[in-house]
Nanobody, 125 residues
Framework: QVQLVETGGGLVRAGGSLRLSCAAS????????MGWFRQAPGKEREFVAA????????RYADSVKGRFTISRDNAKNTVYLEMNSLKPEDTAVYYC??????????????????WGQGTQVTVSS
């Protein structure tokens, strides 16, 4: 069973920064896409960012471009989400996920095969 474990969430004031980590249990993810999604109370889960592990290409939601950065560490089998200039509307549970079906970065949550348990990010105004 594949496991993804997110860490790094917490409470931060608007304008602050957080870094989320997602450690994957399988090295086979080196050939696929890993992404971050978030879900706020009463809202649908939405795409945040994703990275094609093999070549490092990335894609971001318009709402986080210029503020968030996704990266990966091959040796640690870990993907990161660096979040800067945080806003109250960034408050959500953040999930990492892996898409093993393609190397094309997709933004629909239903395309992702494995999910972490989520980590809460709360941004106060």
């Amino acid at each position: 069973q594949v496991q993804l474990v997110e860490t790094g969430g917490g409470l931060v004031r608007a304008g602050g920064s957080l870094r989320l980590s997602c450690a994957a249990s399988e090295r086979t993810f080196s050939t696929y896409v890993m992404g971050w999604f978030r879900q706020a109370p009463g809202k649908e889960r939405e795409f945040v960012a994703a990275i094609r592990w093999s070549i490092g290409s990335t894609r971001y939601a318009d709402s986080v471009k210029g503020r968030f950065t996704i990266s990966r560490d091959n040796a640690k089998n870990t993907v990161y989400l660096e979040m800067n200039s945080l806003k109250p509307e960034d408050t959500a549970v953040y999930y990492c996920a892996v898409d093993i079906s393609t190397v094309v970065i997709r933004t629909t949550s239903g395309n992702y095969d494995y999910w972490g348990q989520g980590t809460q990010v709360t941004v106060s105004s």
